[in-house]
């Protein structure tokens, strides 16, 4: 699935727009692979690190 294979900056950046398409819904298994990805504080952190750093965006 694209989501497994998509940044961590550009999922967060698309969360509104996957959960008005009805692919981020309560039961969904997307769901709970966003919400395993933003709890991984490290990755989190060094994507938004890069970022800030860079002014990349992923």
Same mark, same amino acid.
């Given at each position: 699935?694209?989501?497994?294979?998509?940044?961590?900056?550009?999922?967060?950046?698309?969360?509104?727009?996957?959960?008005?398409? !009805?692919?981020?819904?309560?039961?969904?298994?997307?769901?709970?692979?966003?919400?395993?990805?933003?709890?991984?504080?490290?990755?989190?952190?060094?994507?938004?690190?890069?970022?800030?750093?860079? !002014?990349q965006? !992923?």
């Amino acid at each position: 699935m694209l989501l497994a294979q998509m940044l961590l900056t550009a999922m967060v950046r698309n969360l509104a727009k996957m959960t008005a398409v !009805g692919l981020l819904t309560p039961d969904a298994e997307a769901i709970r692979q966003v919400r395993a990805r933003l709890e991984r504080e490290e990755a989190f952190y060094r994507a938004f690190t890069q970022v800030a750093s860079t !002014g990349q965006r !992923g």
